[in-house]
């Protein structure tokens, strides 16, 4: 690949993560809703069926691309990816979703949203120095997230620790999906991860949790718009826009999700922003150029 088509690729992965942070900004309503009619266990599972299921239509549509062609070459890698990414992201799933029950939304939003300092904390154990204005940039946007989601003082609670735990798992799901979408398929990993969360969460439902049919019926609008835009679209759109964007890089696009989440409350439910707010926006906006003031998408100091 010529510097050009690489830097075509670049800017491409980039407007995927952007879309990814948009998608799952403007989803958290639907989520909230969807979970007052399914336990988390319950919710976990039907929104990772249907983005598997919604993912099988693009594959046969896109069949003879290049990247469906990476399958015939690296099926073995591409299970072994699919089932790390699905392990690491049913825990995290799980976690997360389990906390949201008692955790004060904001509150459980700012601390899930660590894992913009975890992932370059996994980074530099994996021998990656990172550039200066990297640094500031992970530092602004921890501030930018601390003025979006914070409300009043952040007290200790018993929930802070999973919900942490939770922030450094989806930050591990982001090293293992960057490692493994540039050797394999984007779509195919997107899919079999799903498919992996999903039979490691059914179990759980139904020991844990009594699914109703009645009342995943009654909640059908916001499940299946989890389940095929945010976990079928979004983490299609994460994946392919890690084939060329460095993991830290990435993560601090995708937490822009904080940013888009605002505006969806001001524009769908007619929400006002604060001065502290609009402060954080401008901060994680700022943190997101910055980052990309890097030559040629490196990030680690030789």
Not at 162 to 190: C, G, N, P, Q
Not at 257 to 264: C, I, K, Q, S, T
Request: net charge positive; aromatic share 12%.
């Amino acid at each position: 690949m010529n510097k050009s088509q690489f830097k075509k690729l670049y800017i491409l992965c980039n407007i995927s993560l952007l879309g990814a942070a948009l998608i799952s900004g403007l989803s958290f309503v639907a989520q909230k809703i969807g979970m007052t009619y399914t336990g988390p266990f319950t919710f976990n599972t039907l929104r990772c069926a249907i983005g598997s299921l919604s993912i099988l239509p693009l594959i046969y549509f896109f069949r003879n691309s290049a990247d469906l062609n990476k399958i015939n070459s690296s099926k073995t890698l591409l299970f072994k990816g699919a089932f790390i990414a699905g392990c690491v992201l049913f825990v995290a799933f799980s976690i997360n979703q389990y906390c949201m029950i008692y955790a004060p939304a904001s509150k459980a939003g700012f601390i899930t949203s660590l894992y913009v300092i975890f992932v370059p904390v996994i980074a530099v154990f994996m021998k990656h120095k990172m550039l200066m204005n990297v640094k500031i940039s992970i530092l602004l946007a921890l501030l930018g997230l601390y003025l979006l989601c914070s409300k009043g003082s952040l007290s200790f609670e018993p929930w802070d620790i999973l919900l942490l735990l939770s922030a450094f798992f989806f930050a591990l799901h982001i090293i293992v999906v960057s490692h493994y979408s540039k050797k394999v398929s984007a779509l195919a990993l997107s899919c079999l991860q799903f498919v992996f969360a999903c039979i490691l969460s059914a179990p759980f439902m139904f020991i844990l949790e009594t699914p109703a049919l009645a009342n995943i019926l009654a909640g059908w609008k916001p499940i299946l718009f989890i389940g095929v835009v945010v976990t079928g679209a979004a983490y299609t759109l994460q994946i392919f826009g890690h084939k060329a964007t460095h993991p830290v890089l990435a993560t601090l696009i995708l937490s822009s999700e904080a940013v888009f989440a605002l505006l969806g409350g001001v524009i769908i439910l007619n929400e006002t922003l604060s001065m502290r707010e609009i402060s954080g926006c401008i901060v994680m906006i700022g943190a997101i150029i910055l980052s990309q003031l890097t030559p040629k998408n490196k990030i680690i100091q030789k």
